[in-house]
């Protein structure tokens, strides 16, 4: 498995961006960006808000588990135990959120770091602040607690009731997709857009595949953050494209009002 994420990581590095390219395709945008900047600020500080010491489980409530009572799709994932493989999801998680810097070996986009740079930012922001915040609400228990081979100093972990959803898979499937819908805007003509997509989907399932093999997840909590993670990964990009006129995000300023409104047009 490492091995074939080494390959994808490695195929994503090398392939050689196109010469050329068509006027900018994104923008920043004070309203946008405030909204996007404003969410995460709101998530943050709603998390910070709600946050509770989550108390670890009691040897008591570890040994009243039983899988019979977790659903077929989830119920396999608690026979998982792996710490090299937890261990190479963070290691992989961690070297993929450095694959968008790759888009900077064309001059074209290059020239557009700020917006470019300041769209990532708002997307991994985003990507790890939603998942977190449900964690804290949740606090669903991994799969690992019912694996009776799991050492109960681990069991008895506060990490151990944070499985839903998965943050790792959240966070490389909001790189996936930022990488490939942003290549994709600037090169469509281009004969690496179906391979970027392809290797950016594998490699994101990969980290998936280790949060499942590792038994931190249950594939309900990977398939939520995949999920959470594409929207966020695909609404960013969209949000600053300059052709955009189907979203309107406008402030809301008044003596018995402050927010944001946000229009869409269908």
Same mark, same amino acid.
């Given at each position: 498995m490492k091995k074939t994420v080494s390959l994808i990581l490695i195929l994503l590095i090398v392939i050689t961006l196109p010469i050329y390219a068509k006027q900018s395709p994104y923008k920043l945008n004070w309203r946008t960006d405030g909204f996007l900047f404003g969410g995460c600020i709101t998530i943050g500080f709603t998390t910070f808000a709600l946050k509770n010491d989550i108390e670890p489980l009691t040897v008591a409530q570890i *040994?009243? !588990?039983? #899988?019979?009572?977790?659903?077929?799709?989830?119920? =396999?994932?608690? =026979?998982?135990?792996?710490?090299?493989?937890? !261990?190479?999801?963070?290691?992989?998680?961690?070297? =993929?959120?450095?694959i968008p810097l790759t888009l900077l070996?064309?001059?074209?986009?290059?020239?557009?770091?700020?917006?470019? +740079?300041?769209?990532?930012?708002?997307?991994? !922001? !985003?990507?790890?602040?939603?998942?977190?915040?449900? %964690?804290? +609400? /949740?606090?669903?228990?991994?799969?690992? /607690?019912? *694996?009776?081979?799991?050492?109960?100093? /681990? %069991?008895?972990?506060?990490?151990?009731?944070? #499985?839903?959803? #998965?943050r790792h898979t959240s966070v490389v499937f909001s790189t996936a997709f930022f990488f490939s819908i942003v290549y994709n805007d600037y090169y469509s003509e281009s004969k690496w857009v179906p391979y970027i997509w392809g290797s950016n989907i594998l490699a994101a399932c990969a980290v998936g595949y280790l949060r499942f093999e590792s038994g931190a997840h249950f594939p309900t909590d990977i398939l939520t953050g995949a999920a959470i993670g594409s929207a966020i990964g695909y609404l960013v990009p969209y949000l600053h494209r300059t052709n955009n006129k189907n979203i309107n995000i406008t402030p809301r300023i008044g003596p018995e009002q402050f927010g944001l409104l946000l229009q869409y047009k269908f």
């Open positions: *040994n009243s !588990l039983s #899988s019979n009572n977790i659903n077929w799709l989830d119920k =396999y994932a608690t =026979y998982n135990y792996s710490y090299n493989a937890s !261990l190479a999801s963070d290691f992989t998680t961690a070297i =993929y959120l450095s070996i064309s001059e074209d986009i290059s020239s557009d770091f700020e917006t470019i +740079g300041i769209m990532y930012f708002e997307t991994i !922001l !985003l990507a790890s602040l939603v998942p977190y915040l449900v %964690k804290e +609400g /949740v606090e669903r228990t991994r799969p690992l /607690v019912y *694996n009776p081979d799991v050492p109960m100093v /681990v %069991k008895r972990e506060p990490y151990a009731r944070k #499985s839903f959803p #998965s």
